[in-house]
């Protein structure tokens, strides 16, 4: 979107530099990805970088307001409710589509989770297209995607110490299901590279009275990344009930995974915020319905289950006892606001990333995400025709 920037990339990358970027990234990993890496970064410029940083610190504010949280806790089933939730989460996302209003890009909430994200994949990232931003006139120089002051070095302390708190990463273990056949197992190596953490299976674990051990090692906290929907969906049987009392740390609390969600959206009130009501509090089907709105199921995982054209009929077919576990929102119109090497107009959406380390009071801005599309949404499936769309990263100069 900076034009400072937006030119001289566009008028520099050939296929040749786009290819040597992947390959460069998948080198420093030592892994493929299965999703597809967009051709560009996101150059942000000044005045959107202030706006989205102001939106997503609000509403972060408004998420750690205590009688919301206890609100938000409404959405924790029974089934999984695990004992010692913290007061907030040690992981945060934010995302924001950019549209147009009144002439201006201003960013829109999309979706928010209390859990992790990319969080060591986005420092290779951005350093695999600083190397290749080194061979093209003007664009060599030192990039950031962070914010809060922090550089690669403190980003990367600060990733620590939320992952691993004071322990030894050996006694440490990112958790998730089968990790090498995840999408996001990228960002596994890439936190085993930046902070000797390995994944594990939760399904390779013992318990023995209220401790849990990978071999003869003793597991004091764990990075939690599963999914509840995988695990649900799946019936996997895990060798520990979330319910129990455990001697291990949680970063994040798997609490957090249902209060901070899309569950949160209808308590917010912020200009960045679209209205959303949960179906469960609907009076009236709202006029202009399948214009103007979009169906979302509280407690999917990456789009899953969206429907972006709903209609009465939609809404009757929910059942009374789940209707509490979808909402209506604001209808989002992204503007194709980054301009491909091709000409055309592309679709920006931003990942705000928060971390908060167990001895930080507060939440810390910290680093982004950013997905590219050219299709009707932003998923996969619905981009598999397109070139400069994926995964990407949203840089800034080093100031």
């Known amino acids: 979107m900076d034009p400072r920037f937006r030119g001289l990339f566009n008028s520099q990358i050939t296929p040749e530099r786009y290819e040597w970027y992947v390959r460069e990234l998948s080198s420093r990993l030592d892994c493929t990805f299965e999703f597809r890496l967009a051709e560009s970064p996101l150059f942000l410029p000044d005045d959107f970088?202030?706006?989205?940083?102001?939106?997503?610190?609000?509403?972060?504010?408004?998420?750690?307001?205590?009688?919301?949280?206890?609100?938000?806790?409404?959405?924790?089933p029974a089934r999984w409710n695990t004992p010692g939730m913290?007061?907030?989460?040690?992981?945060?996302?934010?995302d924001f589509a950019v549209v147009r209003e009144n002439g201006t890009l201003v960013p829109k909430l999309i979706e928010l989770q209390g859990f992790p994200s990319l969080t060591c994949l986005q420092v290779t990232q951005r350093d695999a297209w600083r190397d290749?931003?080194?061979?093209?006139?003007?664009?060599?120089?030192?990039?950031?995607?962070?914010?809060?002051?922090?550089?690669?070095?403190?980003?990367?302390?600060?990733?620590?110490?939320?992952?691993?708190?004071?322990?030894?990463?050996?006694?440490?273990?990112?958790?998730?299901?089968?990790?090498?056949?995840?999408?996001?197992?990228?960002?596994?190596?890439?936190?085993?590279?930046?902070?000797?953490?390995?994944?594990?299976?939760?399904?390779?674990?013992?318990?023995?009275g209220k401790q849990l051990f990978?071999?003869?090692?003793?597991?004091?906290?764990?990075?939690?990344?599963?999914?509840?929907?995988?695990?649900?969906?799946?019936?996997?049987?895990?060798?520990?009930?979330?319910?129990e009392e455990?001697?291990?740390?949680?970063?994040?609390?798997?609490?957090?995974?249902w209060a901070w969600s899309k569950y949160s959206l209808p308590f917010l009130d912020h200009p960045s915020v679209p209205r959303a009501t949960f179906v469960s509090d609907l009076e009236r089907v709202p006029n202009d319905f399948t214009a103007r709105y979009v169906l979302k199921p509280l407690f999917s995982f990456a789009g899953g289950g969206v429907n972006v054209e709903p209609t009465a009929a939609d809404l009757d077919a929910i059942p009374a006892a789940d209707r509490h576990a979808w909402c209506v929102q604001e209808k989002i119109?992204?503007?194709?606001?980054?301009?491909?090497?091709?000409?055309?107009?592309v679709k920006i959406e931003i990942r705000m990333m928060f971390l908060r380390p167990d001895d930080e009071a507060k939440p810390i801005l910290a680093q982004n995400l950013v997905r590219l599309s050219r299709g009707k949404m932003l998923g996969v499936d619905f981009n598999k025709q397109f070139t400069w769309v994926g995964s990407s990263i949203a840089l800034s100069p080093e100031s």
């Not at 989205?52 to 919301?68: C, H, K, M, N, Y």
């Not at 003007?138 to 962070?146: A, H, K, N, P, V």
């Not at 455990?246 to 995974?257: G, I, K, T």
């Open 49 to 76: 970088k202030r706006s989205i940083t102001d939106a997503a610190q609000a509403i972060v504010t408004q998420l750690s307001d205590p009688a919301r949280i206890e609100q938000m806790k409404r959405a924790i």
């Open 86 to 94: 913290d007061a907030l989460p040690n992981f945060t996302q934010v």
């Open 132 to 208: 290749t931003m080194r061979t093209m006139d003007g664009l060599d120089r030192e990039w950031s995607c962070w914010f809060s002051g922090l550089d690669r070095d403190s980003f990367i302390d600060l990733a620590k110490r939320t992952i691993t708190g004071d322990h030894d990463p050996a006694e440490v273990i990112l958790m998730d299901i089968d990790p090498p056949k995840q999408k996001t197992y990228p960002d596994f190596a890439a936190t085993k590279r930046l902070t000797g953490v390995d994944a594990v299976d939760p399904r390779a674990l013992t318990k023995r």
């Open 214 to 243: 990978l071999g003869n090692t003793r597991i004091r906290r764990i990075y939690n990344r599963i999914v509840f929907d995988e695990l649900i969906v799946k019936k996997i049987e895990i060798p520990f009930d979330y319910r």
């Open 246 to 257: 455990l001697d291990v740390e949680w970063a994040p609390h798997p609490n957090w995974y």
């Open 333 to 345: 119109e992204y503007e194709p606001a980054l301009q491909a090497a091709d000409g055309g107009g």
